[in-house]
């Protein structure tokens, strides 16, 4: 035994223990290997040697970061039982129900709480591994995911702030939002992600490294050093800005377009003033949300975690060792699966494009409509095991970042709403057999799309011309999605309050505090390990964001009457108190989930109620609903990471101010340059698939809930859809109770992602956008995880980001070379998926009576 061992106690650190490579990523041991009638107490002085042997066999620790183990480990030797229990029974109380937390280790806490006997291990084994478990909740994480890309250490003398990281930073976030904003508007769509972002920036820095002079310039050190890993993650947080792209800009074709509402006026300088006012106002809604959405543990954040995997992969240096059989380095693996997935992506999005939108069932009886109705990937429901071999389509769902139970939860819904859609067109429900079953087009009672330029005098509703026009029709699809959209809302308000109600409180708690004494930090009222960390830098002090809600919120005021928006300031008022009301428990949910609810709808319906007849008010309302709450997720978000990283806060607010005005002027250039340059633009026959998937369903929602209004469309047309509200809220109680008291056999049952599932439909997407991602995150996220979980930990993240980023790229490369300027590839592996019924998207189970027209009798639709 070496001195440093026998002096093990008195150093209290595993530091100078001499672990391998091999197993110093998964300290553990195999119970059945070892056997000890003596306690750990005496073990410590004995054979610390085997103790730690006991520790590398056992699996607690394979998640942990390699160059975070022996940290892990010393903790372990300092903490005592008493400790421990209280610690495990602090994280049974706090992580019940906590589908996140891994289900086998709160089983073993709860054995272990119960103590000894129970866990039925001998006094050796239950020592050693009640301190582990307790080691590792109360100095790192609970969460394996978290804990395989989080260091539990910091370094608060890294450079991060630096000059030539927001050099590179605004660089790349000027490419993203130009490319992302235009390649938004495109089927499938496909972007320069934020893991692609990284890719292209980590070179970037590290050029700046060895080429930049050791100079300082009014102050400034132009080269402190070598790129560093905090540099990496704050040029992420700034690109992160670009890569969402503005939601603003998705809204502006339905108002300006021709083939929409016309409003030519709405031109570049609306659209940068818009832009800016949506995004600050997010940003600073998102600094309130931090007590809800950062501090708390349970925020675990699945859609960030890949982020700063491959921010690790790419920066920081990598021991060797042996993870299930591979000892392939993460690095060389993401260049390896990255260039795979940019080669192959060539086939179906261009050599072969029917495996990309694999309808195969449909090519039996390409003619056949009740065929594509059930199995069609296009105009169907996707009853298809094998819907496609696009990774663009897979990852959908992304199948590798969000949780297995997620997936499941959004599959078995998405699965119910397909049967309900199909009943409904073939029983003819409110007269969905004459429409196409799944689309967000709006139909007149003739079968063509809804004109509402007919139904129009001088911008607003006539009741006259509506009467001998027609009211609007939607598909099953739609009327289903909009149904349930609107049962979730009320539904997911009062379950998640229910279920969080402690986060709640405290953060209410919080806030108040805060506003009475603005030197009190946010941090010290939370104790997990990187809260305690954080606590050593500057908070950003709530009434910053508050001055920004505030400015933003003025200068929209000031646009909203300065231009021809008809849109009164008092309506967007109220959209936005209704909207900060809602976003409060739905960010709480995405935050542990990864499914985010807001009120897209529900701010239609709020502009339809309160300016009756005008659509663009209500495209108006659900940008300041929808928009903002959008716009606030992604910045939370980032915020998230800053914390995982260990970023001063004081810097990431400065990135986000800054990226926010480079991403908005090159956001609305990308605009102009696809209305005027691009044939054709946002129609269904667009050649490129510039679609504007998004534009025609906003259309059809602003006809049926403004121009034609809430109480024609609920009173008149489709009377059920006012209740959903009511519904939603009436249930959410009873499921609340049943799922608290039956906690164990509903342990990965979540209602609110359940219903989630519905509301996929209303679109052109369906469920074969789904099938293969259920495939892949139950291979991945749970059976891989669940038996080779070192594997996972290392390669999971690194594998999503590659494919994404190969995508991307090739994506890019196949738009920029073949298909801006079409160079058309004629064969019958680029037209069998279009050439039937599902690929026309046109064909109705019933075609128009003989009347020439269907629905409502004559005029009683007023």
Known sequence: MSNESKNLNQLGTVSVLEINEHDAGRLSFNTEKKSTSIRVEEAYHHDPDAIIERIKESGDMDDILAEDADFIVGKFYTIDVRTSLQVLQEAIEYFDSDVNFPEKVFKKLKLLVEGEESYGQGPVLYDLDLRLEAALIKFHSPYPEVRSVCSPVDDPNVPVETFRAYV??????????????????????????????????????????????????????????????????FVTIITNVGAHGATFIY??????????????????????????????????????????????????????LPILQLNRTLLVPE?????????????????????????????????????????????????????????????????????????????????????????????????????????????????????????????DRYGKSYNVTRILKNGRLDIDLYKQYSPPYISAGNLLSQSVSYM??????????????????EAIEGFMKNLKNRETSNYERYKDPVSVLMRQYPEVPDWWFLVVLALSFIIACIAMAAFPTTTPVWVIVVVLIASIVLIVPFIVLYSSTGYFLSMNMLGTILGGYLVPGNGLVCIFTRIFGFGVDDQSETFIGDQKLAHYAKLPPRAVFRAQIIAVFVQIFCSAGALEFLVTGLPNFCSYTQESRFVCTFAHSLYGESITLGVVGPHRTFDVLYPTLKYCFLIGALIALPCFYVRKFFSDQLRFFHPVLFLGGFIVYGSTYNISYYTPGLYTSFFFMYYIRQRYLAWWAKYNYIMSSALTAGVAFSGILIFLALQYKPKHLVWWGNEVSSAGVDGKMVATYRTVPEGGYFGLPEGSWS
């Open 168 to 233: 590179i930073g605004l660089f790349w976030v000027a490419v993203g939002s130009f490319v992302n904003q235009m390649m938004g508007f495109r089927q499938p769509y496909f972007t320069l992600s934020a893991q692609v972002i990284q890719l292209l920036s980590v070179p970037c820095g590290q050029l700046a490294a060895r080429i930049v002079p050791d100079i300082s310039v009014f102050g400034i050190k132009l080269n402190p050093g070598p790129w560093t890993f905090k540099e990496q993650v």
């Open 251 to 304: 809204y502006a074709p339905t108002m300006r377009l021709k083939i929409f509402y016309g409003q030519e006026w709405m031109g570049y300088g609306f659209t940068v003033v818009m832009g800016l006012t949506c995004q600050f106002f997010g940003l600073g809604l998102a600094g309130v949300l931090r007590r809800w959405a950062i501090y708390p543990v349970k925020a675990v954040w699945p859609t960030i």
């Open 319 to 443: 021991k060797k060792k042996n993870i299930n059989g591979w000892t392939i380095s993460k690095y060389k693996f993401f260049n390896l699966v990255l260039a795979g997935s940019f080669i192959y992506f060539f086939i179906p999005d261009y050599l072969f494009t029917a495996l990309s939108t694999f309808n195969w069932p449909t090519w039996i009886a390409p003619t056949n409509k009740k065929l594509a109705y059930v199995m069609g990937s296009r105009i169907g429901m996707g009853f298809n095991p094998i819907t496609t071999f696009d990774w663009s389509v897979i990852n959908f769902s992304t199948p590798l970042i969000l949780p297995f139970y997620t997936h499941a939860n959004r599959y078995v819904g998405s699965v119910i709403a397909s049967i309900v859609i199909l009943i409904m067109v073939f029983t003819n429900y409110k007269y969905t057999a004459y429409i196409p079953p799944n689309t967000a087009d709006v139909y």
């Open 488 to 505: 979730v809302y009320t539904f997911g308000f009062v379950y998640v309050l229910l279920s969080e109600w402690k986060v709640f409180k």
